[in-house]
């Protein structure tokens, strides 16, 4: 793939499914200008480059990319997760994903591999076999339907593939997502490929079946997408809650 800066726009233009056309329109300039900038008879400037990111809402890593490659330095950071500025959010993170507890929280990077847990979830990983993956969707692939204590592993591994498409349509193509996303399509069936939603089904939940307990939950996913480094904005927060009265009386009824 070329990482010129006309490719790159190229690409999310079409990504974005808008013509030069339309995109001239939306930027107030010339189709012609768009297409200059695309064949690369015409350098865009750092703040065009910028507004047409703005536009397409481009993620910050191609932002940057897009920026480097026409000779711009990056408007985000990219730092250490160590580093003393990120300090405030990591700590951040860590209240929200312990003042989740008794319910299960984790911290997944742009990849799916788990940056932090809170202790009910490492032990909800232990209970499932996962806990020696560092990636959540090798996990869920490793793990044999038959067997899993996710009783409705293919509902669940649906859920999880609809979530991988999506990101990868948002980021416009990543590999480890796109090999994941293909390793775990292999897994299914074809006739896996729908969900299915029962008529008065509110709650898509994941059910698990641990030490002879049934447990079901559902996710609240946070992105921190107003952190300015491009890492950590790729993060993800999941809290997992009860789907049952069930499952909130086995982790000691309401919090």
Same mark, same amino acid.
């Given at each position: 793939?070329?990482?010129?800066?006309?490719c790159?726009?190229?690409?999310?233009?079409?990504? +974005?499914?808008?013509?030069?056309?339309?995109?001239?329109?939306?930027?107030?300039?010339?189709?012609?200008?768009?297409?200059?900038?695309?064949?690369?008879?015409?350098?865009?400037?750092?703040?065009?480059?910028?507004?047409i990111?703005? %536009?397409?809402? /481009?993620?910050?890593?191609?932002?940057?990319?897009?920026?480097?490659?026409?000779?711009?330095?990056?408007?985000?950071?990219?730092?250490?997760?160590?580093?003393? $500025?990120?300090?405030?959010?990591?700590?951040? =993170?860590?209240?929200?994903?312990?003042?989740?507890?008794?319910?299960?929280?984790?911290?997944?990077?742009?990849?799916?591999?788990?940056?932090?847990?809170?202790?009910?979830?490492?032990?909800?990983?232990?209970? /499932?076999?996962?806990?020696?993956?560092?990636?959540l969707?090798?996990?869920?692939?490793?793990?044999?339907?038959?067997?899993?204590?996710?009783?409705?592993?293919?509902?669940?591994?649906?859920?999880?593939?609809? +979530?991988? +498409?999506?990101?990868i349509?948002?980021?416009?193509?990543?590999? +480890?997502?796109?090999?994941?996303?293909?390793?775990?399509?292999?897994?299914?069936?074809?006739?896996?490929?729908?969900?299915?939603?029962?008529?008065?089904?509110?709650?898509?939940?994941?059910?698990?079946?641990?030490?002879?307990?049934?447990?079901? %939950?559902?996710?609240?996913?946070?992105?921190l997408?107003? =952190?300015? $480094?491009?890492?950590?904005?790729? %993060?993800?927060?999941?809290?997992? %809650?009860?789907?049952?009265?069930?499952?909130?009386?086995?982790?000691?009824?309401?919090?």
């Amino acid at each position: 793939m070329s990482s010129s800066i006309g490719c790159i726009l190229r690409k999310w233009r079409k990504q +974005r499914r808008y013509s030069q056309l339309q995109l001239s329109l939306e930027l107030g300039i010339s189709s012609k200008h768009v297409s200059f900038i695309e064949t690369g008879r015409s350098t865009p400037s750092r703040e065009m480059i910028l507004k047409i990111g703005e %536009f397409l809402i /481009l993620p910050k890593r191609e932002i940057n990319r897009g920026l480097h490659s026409a000779g711009y330095a990056p408007v985000y950071t990219e730092l250490s997760i160590e580093h003393e $500025d990120l300090k405030p959010v990591f700590n951040a =993170i860590d209240q929200m994903i312990e003042n989740h507890m008794p319910y299960p929280a984790i911290v997944l990077n742009q990849n799916w591999d788990v940056v932090k847990a809170n202790d009910s979830a490492k032990k909800l990983l232990l209970e /499932l076999g996962y806990s020696g993956h560092k990636n959540l969707v090798e996990a869920l692939i490793s793990d044999s339907p038959t067997t899993s204590k996710i009783v409705n592993w293919h509902e669940s591994a649906l859920v999880v593939l609809v +979530r991988l +498409r999506h990101e990868i349509s948002i980021l416009g193509g990543s590999s +480890r997502l796109e090999e994941l996303e293909e390793k775990l399509t292999a897994c299914l069936s074809p006739n896996d490929e729908t969900i299915n939603i029962g008529e008065n089904q509110v709650i898509l939940s994941t059910k698990f079946k641990v030490n002879g307990y049934a447990l079901s %939950f559902f996710s609240v996913i946070s992105q921190l997408s107003t =952190i300015q $480094d491009v890492t950590v904005s790729e %993060f993800k927060i999941e809290l997992m %809650f009860p789907s049952d009265e069930r499952t909130k009386e086995f982790y000691g009824g309401n919090k």
